[in-house]
T-cell receptor, first 113, second 113 residues
Framework: NAGVTQTPKFQVLKTGQSMTLQCAQD?????MYWYRQDPGMGLRLIYY???????DKGEVPNGYNVSRLNKREFSLRLESAAPSQTSVYFC????????????FGQGTRLTVV | AQSVTQLDSQVPVFEEAPVELRCNYS??????LFWYVQYPNQGLQLLLK??????LVKGINGFEAEFNKSQTSFHLRKPSVHISDTAEYFCAVSDRGYQKVTFGIGTKLQVIP
């Protein structure tokens, strides 16, 4: 049982490049989330998906797009990377119906130069 | 809107001493409350959660937390810390629909030998 799997684990981008962060969960959870973690700022919600086919903006959505491809997969896309997007990105999933906590992936450390 | 305030960004404590990490929240609705721990270069894992019932919640690794509705607090405690408890701790709140989880900025616990 892998839980939440994120790829890649590390990435270096040049300013203006694009990339997609992949996330998959095998717990049959309805809700999935993307957070970014920056020193002194905790985890901030970028986007979340309450169920397959729906997505909503979180606290810091600018510069990002998401796709809930199916129940298992939730991807985060940076169309034109900026140095301000240098961060550690975490994907998480949960099942609101059973009030379970969020389960997190191991994170993607992204550096934009 | 909901928010979480972790009152201490860093807490140094000697090994085998007790520790309390403070968390206050605000919300206009009933909430679920969580404490997560993050070890270096890893994702977050759940320490404990309050959903309902007894206000004293016991978690993994000897941690416990007490929900105080009148003071809107959910402080985390451990009677005797170990070196292995050195990590960053996050308090989180979600509404009962659990569509979004809001995290505090984190408290770094440093256990001194």
């Amino acid at each position: 049982n892998a839980g939440v799997t994120q790829t890649p684990k590390f990435q270096v981008l040049k300013t203006g490049q694009s990339m997609t962060l992949q996330c998959a969960q095998d717990m049959n959870h309805n809700s999935m989330y993307w957070y970014r973690q920056d020193p002194g700022m905790g985890l901030r919600l970028i986007y979340y998906s309450a169920s397959e086919g729906t997505t909503d903006k979180g606290e810091v959505p600018n510069g990002y797009n998401v796709s809930r491809l199916n129940k298992r997969e939730f991807s985060l896309r940076l169309e034109s990377a900026a140095p301000s997007q240098t961060s550690v990105y975490f994907c998480a999933s949960s099942d609101p119906g059973t009030a379970t906590e969020a389960f997190f992936g191991q994170g993607t450390r992204l550096t934009v130069v | 809107a909901q928010s979480v305030t972790q009152l201490d960004s860093q807490v140094p404590v000697f090994e085998e001493a007790p520790v309390e990490l403070r968390c206050n929240y605000s919300s206009s609705v009933s909430v679920y409350l969580f404490w997560y721990v993050q070890y270096p270069n890893q994702g977050l894992q759940l320490l404990l959660k309050y959903l309902s019932g007894s206000t004293l919640v016991k978690g993994i690794n000897g941690f416990e937390a007490e929900f105080n509705k009148s003071q809107t607090s959910f402080h985390l405690r451990k009677p005797s810390v170990h070196i292995s408890d050195t990590a960053e701790y996050f308090c989180a709140v979600s509404d009962r629909g659990y569509q979004k989880v809001t995290f505090g900025i984190g408290t770094k616990l440093q256990v001194i030998p």
